[in-house]
């Protein structure tokens, strides 16, 4: 069976169900450009380590409060750098 343009197939075990994927086990296409961005050398750096994407990506979502608790953990573009391994980017 043919991929539909825009999806890859994971394989997972029967039933498991990953965060981040469709009921279809596939990753969106925006999903993959975007981790694709991330590898890309030096905007995976300034976009993880100097912009805080993975939290400063997310308002509307929550509260600023809320937001402050993420970003205690990694007040610097140094202590982000475990966030940027996380992405892909080395």
């Known amino acids: 069976m043919a991929e539909p343009a825009g999806h890859t197939r994971w394989a997972e ?6 965060h981040g994927r469709g009921a279809d086990g ?3 296409t925006a999903a993959r450009e975007l981790f694709a961005l991330l590898r890309t050398p030096g905007v995976g750096e300034e976009t993880v380590l100097e912009k805080s994407l993975f939290v400063e990506g ?3 979502t929550l509260a600023p409060a809320d937001l402050d608790v ?4 990694c007040p610097t573009p140094r202590s982000r750098r475990p966030v940027l391994a996380g992405a892909g980017v080395r």
């Open 70 to 73: 993420y970003r205690r953990p």
């Open 58 to 60: 997310l308002p509307g």
């Open 13 to 18: 075990p029967a039933g498991h169900r990953h």
């Open 26 to 28: 596939r990753v969106p």
